[in-house]
């Protein structure tokens, strides 16, 4: 039968996303740190993972139908229909495969989450940044800009002439 086949294709994928894992937090790193410059390299490693991934699911989804039908379970049986007709060790490797792919899809959910939010409020500051560079003083949102002394102040005289500090 096909079970080490199968259960090796698991493996490469747990391998992946432990990867992509890994990517992600990389890429929260790089959000987080302001350094926008490594932010295209970091997504692209992401993508890179992603379409590995991709690659795996389709060599996994072809080994899963061939072994599904060799246990009778018919099309595209679930991890959890293959451990319960895997005879014994199988079963239990098949169930462990499967809650590794359960907490790994967690993990993952949660780091691209804050992801996600790191890049919305990058987004609004830039946003924020460019409507105070180059608005007037009615299209100025009330912004938390900063005096030469380093205290807080907002500014709502006439546009004028100003400094851009060149990390913006």
């Known amino acids: 039968m096909a079970f080490a086949e199968v259960s090796n ?38 993508e890179m993972v992603l379409e590995e991934i991709r690659k795996a699911e389709l060599t996994r989804a072809m080994e899963v139908t061939a072994l599904g039908a060799q246990l009778g ?9 293959i451990s319960n007709a895997a005879p014994t060790p199988w079963d239990g490797i098949f169930e462990e495969h499967r809650r590794a792919f359960l907490a790994a899809t967690q993990d993952i959910q949660g780091l691209a989450n804050v992801n996600r939010d790191l890049l919305a409020a990058g987004l609004q500051a830039t946003q924020q ?40």
């Open 129 to 168: 940044a460019l409507e105070w560079a180059v608005g007037s003083a009615d299209d100025v949102p009330d912004l938390d800009v900063y005096t030469p002394q380093g205290t807080a102040a907002v500014s709502r005289q006439e546009p004028k002439a100003r400094l851009l500090n060149e990390a913006l």
């Open 73 to 81: 379970l018919g099309a595209d049986p679930t991890l959890t229909d």
């Open 9 to 46: 294709i698991l493996w490469r994928e747990r391998q992946l996303l432990e990867l992509l894992q890994f990517k992600l937090e990389e890429e929260q790193l790089v959000l987080s740190s302001g350094k926008a410059r490594w932010l295209t390299h970091a997504t692209r490693e992401v």
